[in-house]
């Protein structure tokens, strides 16, 4: 392959790794912040502020001492407390011994258990926070979906006769009422009942009359996202895509699509897709996904990896503060708790110890939402935020939680563990964190 040739992957390379440095330093530098901030609060002084490892390549000092500074290898970060022998405040020996009691009290290690404890959660609290900003944030900015339902503008779709216009208030599809969009239970029922063809009848008010009209399917067989590493994603589908055939049947609706993938067991599907007007062959080959249920259990289906949608943009209205942020906060447990059992699954044996990724997977992923527009890598920041709130409060050495259980420890039988149980303990949690990476790593590479 000659130069020229290489061109669309390099750029797709250089997107995914700047994706992932993107993701990561945000979401590395408002977890160490907190570590920061609520130390500073509690009287800890912090010597160094780092985003990076290695060689510094940019510093200044603040008015408070503490040194903030940019390194060259840009893969995390650490804040360096008074006092600590290493950037991980994972002391195994008390370097303060010599130090003042008012120096001493500005250390990790001579500051009371409140103070420490404080400090350490500082750190995955502050992700999660931050997934509640930033999922409260895209929901206030999207508002919801206006009741009655109004057309805002219809999408382009490979169907002939469509008389639906922007502006249209929309009554009945296919002698259906519309039910509220809150009632989640009669708008699947609502969306079962439509038959799949190409055009359905509308009831619908326009300009204050109500009139009986041809319109598209509410739910055709169209790419609204793509999820990454997927095989839709694979092959190049673009979001806005409309699968019109599979094995040369044709289909109209999204319920038919997903019929025919769920029940391939894996085979693999060829697929006529319309794309602004011209016409696409794709072979795809569904995959093995486990998927979380309201339960807590998994189900597990097979997909294609797209996510579908409405046949035109609805009109919406805004979202209160508070209904917004009570919306963030959902959906950073939702993450949570799925990640949590998702996890268990995992270890029972329930499903595929495929679903965990490693760095290479989670790159990939940066790449691919980083690709699909600003909202969804926004949305996957704060996702990825939150799974990184969760993982650091695993009571595993070296990570905050294994701090807080130290500190639990402490607070229970009146002193820290031994110099020499705490050197075991560190060790034990290294080894245990990176064998975690190597697993994750090989799953990268040779899972499906």
């Given at each position: ?8 992957q390099?750029?797709?390379l ?9 993701a ?7 977890h ?26 940019f510093?200044r000092?603040?008015r ?8 060259l290898?840009p ?12 950037a991980?405040?994972?002391n ?8 003042s ?6 250390t ?17 609290v502050?992700?999660?926070i ?6 409260g ?13 109004v ?8 169907v ?10 929309i009554?009945?599809?296919a ?8 009632d ?14 190409p055009l ?8 204050g009359d109500?009139?009986m ?24 589908m ?17 319920s038919?699509?997903k ?14 897709v319309?794309?602004?007007?011209e ?28 996510a ?12 209160g ?8 906060v ?17 270890i029972t ?25 600003i909202d ?24 905050d939680?294994g ?6 420890y402490?607070?229970?039988f ?11 303990l ?23």
């Amino acid at each position: 392959m000659d130069a020229i040739g290489l061109l669309p992957q390099f750029g797709s390379l250089f997107m995914t790794i700047a994706a992932f440095i993107v993701a990561l330093s945000v979401i590395v530098a408002v977890h160490e912040y907190g570590h920061y901030i609520v130390g500073r609060w509690t009287g800890i002084k912090a010597d160094v502020f780092s985003l990076g490892f290695g060689p510094v390549l940019f510093s200044r000092v603040d008015r408070h001492g503490t040194k903030w500074q940019f390194a060259l290898l840009p893969f995390g970060g650490y804040v360096k407390f008074k006092g600590d022998s290493n950037a991980a405040s994972a002391n195994t020996e008390d370097t303060t011994l010599e130090m003042s009691p008012e120096e001493r009290r500005q250390t990790m290690l001579g500051a009371p258990l409140w103070a420490r404890t404080l400090t350490v959660a500082a750190g995955p609290v502050f992700n999660f926070i931050l997934s509640v900003i930033v999922f409260g944030t895209v929901m206030f900015a999207d508002g919801k979906t206006a009741e009655p339902l109004v057309v805002e503008a219809l999408k382009p779709l490979p169907v002939q006769g469509v008389e639906l216009q922007p502006g249209d208030q929309i009554i009945t599809v296919a002698g259906v009422d519309l039910p509220p969009f809150d009632d989640r239970e009669a708008f699947e029922a609502f969306s079962d009942s439509l038959p799949p063809a190409p055009l359905l009848e509308y009831r619908v008010v326009r300009d204050g009359d109500e009139m009986m009209l041809q319109g598209p399917h509410p739910w055709p067989p169209i790419a609204s996202q793509l999820a990454p590493r997927s095989a839709a994603y694979a092959v190049d589908m673009r979001p806005g895509d409309v699968i019109t055939a599979i094995d040369g049947a044709p289909i109209y609706a999204f319920s038919e699509l997903k019929e025919i993938v769920e029940s391939s067991k894996g085979r693999v599907l060829e697929m006529q897709v319309w794309r602004d007007g011209e016409v696409l062959d794709f072979a795809l080959k569904p995959k093995r996904s486990d998927e979380p249920q309201e339960d807590g259990g998994f189900v597990t289906h097979w997909r294609i990896g797209i996510a579908g949608g409405f046949a035109f943009e609805a009109a919406t209205e805004p979202l209160g503060p508070f209904e917004a942020l009570s919306g963030g906060v959902t959906q950073t447990i939702s993450v949570v708790t799925g990640s949590l059992s998702g996890l268990y699954h995992m270890i029972t044996g329930a499903i595929s110890s495929c679903n965990m990724s490693g760095p290479i997977g989670i790159a990939q992923v940066s790449g691919a939402m980083a690709s699909q527009g600003i909202d969804s890598f926004i949305w996957f920041i704060a996702v990825l935020s939150a799974a990184v709130g969760l993982l650091n409060l695993m009571p595993i050495p070296i990570l905050d939680g294994g701090h807080l259980v130290f500190y639990g420890y402490e607070a229970v039988f009146g002193k820290p563990p031994s110099e020499k149980a705490l050197r075991v303990l560190m060790t034990v949690g290294l080894t245990l964190v990176l064998s975690l990476m190597v697993f994750a790593v090989t799953n990268d590479l040779f899972c499906p």
